[in-house]
């Protein structure tokens, strides 16, 4: 695909980073229950300084931004819904950015984007405590991200 935001995007991440057409992005494009949209590019920011370059690149090309982790919401917010938005899309997944670093021996945690509760779970296990929510979606991998901002837990 030859679109300017697409040669922005794989300058910052690499052409494997950047997914382009319809069967590239079509599992990323569509809800885990139900919806479904065009995107311009899906891409998978592999550190955080790769998603803020990502962002400012997005916004600069006036772009609608989909934040995307586990997939596994119910209410459609990380797919595009449908085919009509005023301008391109660009979904973010960030999977691949699961970092958690503990702090204060555990009394918190600095949780990265992609991290999934079924991690944390794992991670505070040894320490006795669990995660802010403890859910049926963690079984699913859902993201910590995600749960805080559907205030689940």
Known sequence: MNHPLITTLQGILGA??????????????????????????VVFPQTLLHLWRVLQACVDANTIIIMQAAKTGLTEGSTPSGDDYDREVVV??????????LLNGGEQVLSFPGATLHKLEKLLKPLKRA???????SCL?????????????
């Open 16 to 41: 494997d980073k950047v997914a382009t057409g319809q069967r590239r992005t079509e599992y990323y494009r569509s809800g885990f229950r139900s919806g479904s949209g065009t995107a311009l590019a």
């Open 92 to 101: 973010i997944n960030t999977l691949a950015m699961d970092d958690l670093v």
């Open 131 to 137: 995660p802010h929510s403890v859910i049926g979606s």
């Open 141 to 153: 991998g859902a993201s910590i991200v995600g749960g805080v901002a559907n205030n689940s837990g």
